[in-house]
Structure formats: structure tokens, C-alpha cells
């Protein structure tokens, strides 16, 4: 039996990945994991872009040194560490943000900042300027 390495999905959506036999697939809900094989994450990894581009996170050291993913990247935060990046400084929102372009990590980020009712307005302006949104006219849901 081989190693089982937990996926995890941070985005608000649900992703489907399909296994190597043509048949099995799965979904990893949103905020949610799978335990999946070692195997098929290596032919995951082989045949798409999901875990270069941090739609699905690797839950494993060396797997992540072995693909070449070993930087942490705003992407593998978790929603409260976000959280406590919005409430820090600006200089360090600016420069842990400025390299992150993937539009899943875009809305998340933005989506955690629109929970604070009180951002500062320099805040605001950086996290519009980054994301491309514009807060005032993002519809409350």
C-alpha cells in the first residue's frame, strides 16, 4: 500500500481531479482535503497545473521539495494567518503580495479583507491597486 499525502483545497470553491486510471476522480470541497496516494499526486503533478499554481496544496514536506514547491507563497497561508497579514503593516502586506498574481489567490485574499469593516484606508488602496477590485463596488454576498 503506498503513502497517502493530504491535498488540501484553501480556495472557496470545490476542485475535481481525476486519477491516473481514467476512471477514479474525486472533489476536494472547498476549505476541505483528500487524502490521495503518492502516486497519483506525482501523476496530478505530471499532467497539470494545479499544485504549481496553488489551486490544491500539498500537505508534505518532501513531496513539496521533491516538485520544487518548497517556498511558501500566500497561497499556503491559512485564512487567519491572511488575516493577521491584513492587520499588520502595509509595507508587509506590500511585500509579501507583490509577487502574487493567480487570480484564486487574488479574490481569496480580497475576500478575507472585506470582512474588516474598520481597514485603513491606505489599506484599502494597496489591496485595490494589487487585486485590480475596487471594494466600494464589490457586492456584499
Known amino acids: 500500500m503506498s503513502k497517502k499525502i ?28 483528500r487524502s490521495i496516494p503518492e502516486e497519483e499526486i506525482d501523476f496530478i503533478n505530471s499532467t497539470s497545473n494545479m499544485f504549481r499554481r496553488k489551486m490544491l496544496i500539498i500537505d508534505d514536506v518532501e513531496k513539496n521539495k521533491e516538485f ?16 493577521d497579514l491584513i492587520k499588520g503593516h502595509l509595507n508587509k502586506i506590500k511585500s509579501t503580495l507583490v509577487d502574487e498574481k493567480e487570480k484564486h489567490v487574488v479574490d481569496r485574499v480580497i475576500g478575507l479583507a472585506r470582512e474588516f469593516e474598520d481597514l485603513n484606508l491606505n489599506k ?18
Open 6 to 33: 493530504k491535498v488540501i483545497n484553501p480556495n472557496v470553491f470545490d476542485i475535481g481531479i481525476n486519477f491516473m486510471d481514467g476512471i477514479k476522480s474525486t472533489v476536494i470541497p472547498p476549505k476541505g482535503y
Open 68 to 83: 520544487g514547491f518548497e517556498v511558501r507563497t500566500v497561497a499556503n497561508y491559512s485564512d487567519d494567518e491572511i488575516r
Open 124 to 141: 484599502v488602496k494597496y489591496l485595490e491597486e494589487w487585486s485590480g477590485y475596487q471594494f466600494r463596488l464589490l457586492e456584499d454576498k
